[in-house]
Protein backbone atom coordinates (compact mmCIF):
# COMPACT_ATOMS: atom_id res chain seq x y z
CA UNK A 1 0.00 0.00 0.00
CA UNK A 2 1.71 3.22 -0.69
CA UNK A 3 0.93 6.58 0.78
CA UNK A 4 1.80 9.48 -0.74
CA UNK A 5 4.66 8.14 -2.69
CA UNK A 6 6.00 6.38 0.85
CA UNK A 7 5.74 2.34 1.26
CA UNK A 8 3.93 1.69 4.19
CA UNK A 9 2.47 -2.13 5.58
CA UNK A 10 -1.08 -2.05 5.89
CA UNK A 11 -2.38 -2.58 9.86
CA UNK A 12 -4.45 -5.64 10.72
CA UNK A 13 -7.69 -2.66 10.57
CA UNK A 14 -7.05 -1.63 7.59
CA UNK A 15 -6.60 -5.05 6.27
CA UNK A 16 -9.88 -6.16 7.85
CA UNK A 17 -11.86 -3.48 6.61
CA UNK A 18 -10.58 -3.65 3.11
CA UNK A 19 -11.29 -7.17 3.13
CA UNK A 20 -14.90 -6.36 5.09
CA UNK A 21 -15.16 -3.70 1.67
CA UNK A 22 -14.38 -6.22 -0.80
CA UNK A 23 -16.46 -8.90 0.12
CA UNK A 24 -19.33 -6.72 0.68
CA UNK A 25 -18.73 -5.91 -2.92
CA UNK A 26 -19.15 -9.87 -3.86
CA UNK A 27 -21.84 -10.29 -1.83
CA UNK A 28 -23.68 -7.71 -3.46
CA UNK A 29 -23.10 -9.41 -6.82
CA UNK A 30 -24.09 -12.35 -5.66
CA UNK A 31 -27.24 -10.83 -4.27
CA UNK A 32 -27.89 -9.48 -7.45
CA UNK A 33 -27.54 -12.41 -9.25
CA UNK A 34 -29.68 -13.94 -7.36
CA UNK A 35 -32.52 -11.56 -7.77
CA UNK A 36 -32.31 -11.43 -11.26
CA UNK A 37 -32.59 -15.26 -11.87
CA UNK A 38 -35.48 -15.15 -9.32
CA UNK A 39 -36.95 -12.66 -11.93
CA UNK A 40 -36.11 -14.62 -15.00
CA UNK A 41 -38.30 -17.51 -13.19
CA UNK A 42 -41.43 -14.95 -12.44
CA UNK A 43 -41.50 -13.75 -16.12
CA UNK A 44 -41.58 -17.34 -17.34
CA UNK A 45 -44.01 -18.66 -14.56
CA UNK A 46 -46.08 -15.64 -15.84
CA UNK A 47 -46.08 -16.79 -19.36
CA UNK A 48 -46.72 -19.98 -18.55
CA UNK A 49 -49.48 -19.47 -16.62
CA UNK A 50 -50.89 -17.12 -19.41
CA UNK A 51 -50.56 -20.50 -21.71
CA UNK A 52 -53.31 -21.87 -19.34
CA UNK A 53 -50.60 -24.87 -17.57
CA UNK A 54 -51.35 -26.09 -14.27
CA UNK A 55 -49.79 -23.96 -11.34
CA UNK A 56 -48.18 -27.18 -9.63
CA UNK A 57 -46.88 -27.54 -12.90
CA UNK A 58 -45.31 -24.34 -13.29
CA UNK A 59 -44.01 -24.12 -9.37
CA UNK A 60 -42.48 -27.84 -10.25
CA UNK A 61 -40.61 -26.39 -13.23
CA UNK A 62 -39.73 -22.51 -12.08
CA UNK A 63 -38.49 -24.11 -8.70
CA UNK A 64 -40.64 -21.36 -7.23
CA UNK A 65 -43.68 -21.98 -4.51
CA UNK A 66 -47.41 -22.84 -5.31
CA UNK A 67 -48.25 -19.91 -3.55
CA UNK A 68 -46.15 -17.45 -5.15
CA UNK A 69 -46.91 -18.98 -8.64
CA UNK A 70 -50.49 -18.39 -7.44
CA UNK A 71 -50.04 -14.73 -6.81
CA UNK A 72 -48.04 -13.89 -10.49
Do not use: P, W
Not at 40 to 56: S, T, V, Y
Request: aromatic share 2%; hydrophobic share 35%.
Amino acid sequence: MKIKGKSTTMGIEELLLDRAKHEGKVEGKLEGKVEGKLEEQREIARELKKEGLAIEFIAKTTKLSVEEVEQL
